[in-house]
């Protein structure tokens, strides 16, 4: 199964932009890259997901990079309520697939 | 509801006592997937349902684990003989298809706790 690497932690301040980053170097053609986040005492909620260009949504942006073995979630401009755990997955487009999720970044947001 | 719904959101329970965790994921939703969080942990993933298809039950820790999804909808993770370190929470997720990897939803999870 495809991993991902994700620092640990990370500490922004509030009203400015976030950058978190994740590495998948074994990633495979089919594979899309998902975020989530957790926050305290809650399931994950999907955040966004793409294939090879980049995408918006109301929540954030994620760049994909060129050779697709790394890509960045993008948090405009991070709020308290934006502190939680970011994962950064990988999701076979095609068969059946277990989704495996690794540790994780721990977002602090300082106001 | 229209999310994915998980029982009991807290379980205390003895060490080997036979617990069942309840997983009702969203309707229509064709995938669904058990994960265990221990505290402060990532989530360790441990089965996988798919319509009709045989589980992929490769992360289960143990025989003591055990998972059945009825009709293509509710699935209830058993866990036999339970050990302190069985505590933690276990998620749950269902998604609509495997066409494309869509999002997943999950629960809120159910939080067990092994004396």
């Known amino acids: 199964d495809a991993k991902t690497t994700q620092p640990n932690s990370m500490e922004s301040n509030e009203e400015e932009p976030v950058h978190l980053p994740c590495n998948h170097s074994?990633?495979?053609?089919?594979?899309?890259i998902h975020w989530y986040r957790q926050l305290p005492s809650q399931g994950p909620e999907y955040v966004i997901h793409?294939?090879?260009s980049n995408v918006n949504n109301r929540m954030a942006s994620l760049a994909i990079a060129e050779d697709r073995k790394s890509s960045t979630l993008i948090l405009h401009r991070a709020t308290l309520r934006d502190a939680a755990v970011y994962y950064c997955i990988l999701r076979r487009g095609t068969g059946g697939f277990k989704t495996i999720f690794g540790a994780g970044t721990r977002l602090f947001v300082k106001a | 509801g229209a999310g994915v719904s998980q029982s009991p959101s807290n379980k205390v329970t003895e060490k080997g006592k036979d617990v069942e965790l309840r997983c009702d994921p969203i309707s229509g939703h064709t995938a669904l997937y058990w994960y265990r969080q221990s505290l402060g942990q990532g989530l360790e993933f441990l089965i996988y349902f798919q319509g009709n298809s045989a589980p992929d039950k490769s992360g289960l820790p143990s025989d003591r684990f055990s998972a059945e999804r009825t009709g293509g909808s509710v699935s209830t993770l058993t866990i036999q003989r339970t050990q302190q370190e069985d505590s933690a929470v276990y998620l749950c997720?269902?998604?609509?298809?495997?066409?494309?990897?869509?999002?997943?939803?999950f629960g809120e999870g159910s939080r067990l706790t092994v004396l």
């Open positions: 793409g294939l090879t």
């Open positions: 997720a269902s998604t609509p298809s495997t066409a494309l990897p869509g999002e997943l939803f």
């Open positions: 074994t990633i495979s053609g089919t594979d899309y």
